[in-house]
Every structure is written in structure tokens, then in C-alpha cells.
């Protein structure tokens, strides 16, 4: 069975950090383009990374502003997303995705993990 | 850069079809789309990918009752003999160069 399961969130204060995990099994990891996705509370679905199946290119919304780094180790089948400098805008589900090509930002996401909350409060 | 339009909200009787509405910006109308659903609590799904001649091909287990089509620069999401399941949220995506894009999504209520 294709599965993602995300890991890493939690509460953190304003300015703090946080890793996200993305564990992947099912499907041959480093064939395919991984993503960040992300939804605030009540709103819509945010793309905020990707990276392609060997994790020589990376992909960032212009809105993060160099605070995220993705990455994946493909010897464990495992994304990852880096968060520094947060925000409280930044509070949200995490979702990380599968996209149905090698390369990054060039097909659809046609699997989803289920999510993990990242809440930035003091 | 593409940009997606939905419409915010949407509605239909239990058993009855809909037509959702997804429409790319001047410029990218050619762009090919992907379908996501969003029930209540739950990660978004997969539905399927939709191409500009109106061609789309479906994620694996989605039923019958999904299709979809196009027209110019709309896609459209048809579900037919609506169940109330299918009480959600729906999200075209679409992809350029070095970014992907969700539409703001259309909250589907089955009365």
C-alpha cells in the first residue's frame, strides 16, 4: 500500500524552529518528485516546497523567504522540511505529497500523507 | 505565473448531479489540472488529472460517479447521484515551470 506519513509537529514559540518527517513506503521513494503542502486553520491548501526525486532541485514558494529548506534522504525513504524563523502565520497542517513525476513542479500530487499540525505561539 | 478561479460554494440535493467550475488565467488556458477532495477533518484525496481536450484519468478506488471536462480555459468536476460523502471540499491544482497552484477551493454542501 502506497503511504505517507508526516511526523515533527508540535508547538513552538515565535522565532523557534522545527523538522518535519516524511516517511514514504509503498512506491520507489526516489523516482518521484516530493512536496510541502500546507493549510492554516479554515482555509485553503498552500503549496510551500518540492523537491525532485534525487534531491539535486529544490522548489519554494517566493512567500517563505529562505526560512524553509527541504531535503530527503532516499536511502530511508524520508522527507524532510526544515522550519526556521517561524512565524505565527505559519501555523498550520503540514501535509507532504507525492507528485507523479521525477523532476518537481511539472504534474499533480496523486498521494497525501495525513498531516501534521504546526502550531507558533508563546 | 497560472492562477486558479473557483467558486467559494456549491450546492445540490442528495441523489441529483454538480458541475464544479475551475478556471485558469489568461494566458495558461491550456494548462492541464488535477481534482482534489477534502472531506471534513481529513487529508485532501486525489481525485484525477484533467486535461484541456476534456481527457482526464482517475485516481485509483474514485468512482464512477466522477468525471470531468473542459471547456476553453474551465475545467469542470462532475459528480453524479451525489451521496453525502461527498459533502467536501473541492481543489483544482495546476503547475508551472517552478511552482505548483491550488484554486481557493469550493465547499460542496449535499442537502
Known amino acids: 500500500e502506497v503511504q505517507l506519513l508526516e511526523s515533527g509537529g508540535g508547538l513552538v514559540q515565535p522565532g523557534g524552529s522545527l523538522r518535519l518527517s516524511c516517511a514514504a513506503s509503498g512506491f520507489t521513494f526516489s523516482s518521484y518528485a516530493m512536496s510541502w503542502v500546507r493549510q492554516a486553520p479554515g482555509k485553503g491548501l498552500e503549496w510551500v516546497s518540492a523537491?525532485?526525486?534525487?534531491?539535486?532541485?529544490?522548489y519554494y514558494a517566493d512567500s517563505l523567504k529562505g526560512r524553509f529548506t527541504i531535503s530527503r534522504d532516499n536511502s530511508k525513504n524520508t522527507l524532510y522540511l526544515q522550519m526556521n524563523s517561524l512565524r505565527a502565520e505559519d501555523t498550520a497542517v503540514y501535509y507532504c505529497a507525492k507528485e507523479d513525476s521525477y523532476s518537481g513542479c511539472d504534474d499533480a500530487f496523486d498521494i497525501w500523507g495525513q498531516g501534521t499540525m504546526v502550531t507558533v505561539s508563546s | 505565473q497560472p492562477v486558479l478561479t473557483q467558486s467559494s460554494s456549491a450546492s445540490a440535493s442528495l441523489g441529483s448531479s454538480v458541475k464544479l467550475t475551475c478556471t485558469l488565467n489568461s494566458g495558461h488556458s491550456s494548462y492541464i489540472i488535477a481534482w482534489h477532495q477534502q472531506q471534513p477533518g481529513k487529508a485532501p484525496r486525489y481525485l484525477m488529472k484533467l486535461e484541456r481536450s476534456g481527457s482526464y484519468n482517475k485516481g485509483s478506488g474514485v468512482p464512477d460517479r466522477f468525471s470531468g471536462s473542459s471547456s476553453g480555459a474551465d475545467r469542470y468536476l462532475t459528480i453524479s447521484n451525489l451521496q453525502s460523502e461527498d459533502e467536501a471540499d473541492y481543489y483544482c491544482?495546476?503547475?508551472?515551470?517552478?511552482?505548483?497552484?491550488f484554486g481557493g477551493g469550493t465547499k460542496l454542501t449535499v442537502l
Open positions: 491544482e495546476t503547475w508551472d515551470s517552478n511552482t505548483q497552484v
Open positions: 523537491i525532485s526525486g534525487s534531491g539535486g532541485t529544490t
